[in-house]
């Protein structure tokens, strides 16, 4: 029979280094899984759905984060608003006939609230009228102007559809006829450099264009076929915006040249 067998002391030491294996390989395994932990050896456990899931909200992040380094939430909808501005300044045309004007309607509100425009201001003679031309609004004018020529003639000269606007006292004369005429359009009998003409449909307004686009169109009949005026300003076409809708208007409304 072995001796060691029932000596309790060997007994209790071959337990207590048990004890001290057992501890070491604890300590060494929680050493791994703490590890394992902190540099993601194992991976996440996860549904295809999660991991599609993760790839969309991925893609999204990077979309927002783009988005946001374009322009701010505060920038798209001051973008936003002064567009929808525009197109609401710009409509509608101008009507035929005042009795189309739908009572109650926005068309209707829109033109009771438009301020009267102070024509004085609009066409006093500006400081610096004497000034050269800006090519750059020639330029405008010009491309602006292919759409006159079909009725007015490529060089002024009139034509079946258009009186003159070469040598047109008119065309020289105060600017708020000018735009008056662009915003509203005109109709009824009209002398142009002496001459009495009345087209039966007059003329369509044309308030599509822009601000500049009046202003470059303006400033290049008042320049162009032997006449000279003065520029026309963007801002003397914005006051008086708030004539766009209303009818035709007739030369008994304009300020005579
Ligand atoms: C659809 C044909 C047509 C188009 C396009 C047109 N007009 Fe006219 N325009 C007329 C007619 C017609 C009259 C005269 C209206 C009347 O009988 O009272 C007129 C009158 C005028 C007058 C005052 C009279 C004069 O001869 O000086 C000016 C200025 C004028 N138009 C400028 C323009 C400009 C600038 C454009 C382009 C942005 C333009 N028109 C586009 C037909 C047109």
């Known amino acids: 029979m072995d001796p060691t067998r029932d000596n309790p002391l060997i007994r209790i ?17 929680l050493l791994i899984v703490g590890a394992g932990a902190i540099f993601g050896w194992f991976g996440k456990t996860e549904t295809p759905e999660d991991a599609a899931g993760d790839i969309r909200y991925g ?25 929808a501005g525009k197109l ?36 006093a003679p500006a400081a610096d ?26 060089n002024g000269e009139g034509g079946p559809a258009g009186p003159p606007l070469a040598g047109s006292e008119w065309v020289t004369g105060p600017v708020s006829n000018l735009v008056i005429i662009q915003l509203r359009g005109l109709k009824g009998p009209i002398t142009v450099a002496g001459k009495v003409y009345n087209f039966p449909a007059g003329m369509t307004p044309m308030a599509y264009q822009t601000d500049e686009q009046i202003a470059g169109v303006l400033t290049y009949i008042r320049n162009s076929f032997g006449n000279k005026a003065s ?27």
């Open 13 to 29: 030491k071959a337990f207590i280094d048990g004890l001290g294996i057992f501890t070491l390989f604890a300590v060494i395994l």
């Open 59 to 83: 893609i999204r992040k990077e979309i927002d984060s783009a988005q946001a380094t374009v322009l701010t939430k505060e920038q798209i909808s001051a973008v936003v608003g002064d567009v």
């Open 88 to 123: 609401a300044s710009s409509k509608p045309l101008a009507i035929e006939k005042p009795e189309q004007i739908v009572p109650g309607s926005d068309t209707a509100k829109k033109l009771a609230e438009a301020p009267a425009a102070d024509l004085g201001s609009i066409d």
């Open 129 to 154: 009228a004497d000034a050269p031309i800006d090519p750059a609004v020639m330029e405008i004018g010009k491309a602006q102007f292919m759409v006159c020529g079909a009725c007015h003639g490529q």
């Open 231 to 257: 520029a026309v300003k963007p801002e003397q076409v914005t006051a008086l915006r708030g004539e766009v809708g209303k009818p035709q208007a007739t030369v008994e409304e304009l300020t005579k040249p």
